[in-house]
């Protein structure tokens, strides 16, 4: 099955603890991104990445860092500078080219208390 | 920043109905746009995208794009309960930032779908 997987579903950690969330695609996809979801709220841009060891901040990047060694991977590290860290996390993917549709991991929710 | 505006709803139609969302951006230069449905709990799905100026239909569901007014539309025709979500419009950047945002979507904050029975 081709697809994005985050991992896990759920999270939940104490302030101060750094947090790394999963993001694997077996699309081919060269890009990959990062959004935050708050209640009632859209998504937040927080980094993305067009090319393996490259990426770029997004719209709320401070106290969160990623990676991209391979293709298929992106994790988003949570850091404790994060202010407010509890949301729901989504990881997308997307071919670039003629075309720039993004689709969408199942999201993780994390909690810090 | 560039700005993509939705009524954030909650917009409720009978089962049956037309529903008719809208989505207006502020970028000139945006070519491709996307609309999203996203249930409650649930990360996003794509259910349609358009390039060019006109209509697109997909089943039940109608993308119509107006690149003079800056205006992007998504109407679902019979709509049924299941279709009661929050839909989110997405676009590209323009042409002269696409080099450091190649791929980059900009969200709506989406508009809340209510179809009753």
């Known amino acids: 099955d081709g697809g994005i997987t985050q991992s896990p579903k759920y999270l939940f950690r104490k302030e101060g603890q750094n947090v790394t969330l999963s993001c694997e695609q077996n699309?081919?996809?060269?890009?990959m991104y990062w959004y935050r979801q708050d209640p009632g709220q859209g998504l937040r841009l927080i980094y993305y990445s067009q090319i393996v060891n490259d990426f770029q901040k997004g719209d709320i990047a401070e106290g969160y860092s990623v990676s991209r060694e391979k293709k298929e991977s992106f994790p988003l590290t949570v850091t404790s500078a994060q202010k407010n860290p509890t949301a729901f996390y989504l990881c997308a993917s997307s071919l670039l080219g003629s075309s720039y549709e993004q689709y969408f991991g199942p999201g993780t929710r994390l909690t810090v208390t | 920043q560039k700005e993509v505006e939705q009524n954030s709803g909650p917009l409720s139609v009978p089962e049956g109905a037309i529903a008719s969302l809208n989505c207006t951006y502020s970028d000139r230069g945006s070519q491709s746009f996307f609309w999203y449905r996203q249930y409650s709990g649930k990360s996003p799905e794509l259910i349609m995208f358009?390039?060019?100026?006109g209509d697109k239909e997909d089943g039940r569901f109608t993308a119509q794009l107006n690149k003079a007014s800056q205006y992007v539309s998504l109407l679902i025709r019979d709509s049924q309960p299941s279709d009661s979500a929050t839909y989110l419009c997405?676009?590209?950047?323009?042409?002269?930032?696409?080099?450091?945002?190649?791929?980059?979507?900009?969200f709506g904050r989406g508009t809340q779908l209510t179809v009753w029975p």
């Open positions: 699309l081919n996809h060269d890009a």
């Open positions: 997405a676009v590209t950047p323009g042409w002269a930032d696409r080099g450091s945002t190649l791929g980059r979507l900009y």
């Open positions: 358009i390039y060019s100026n």
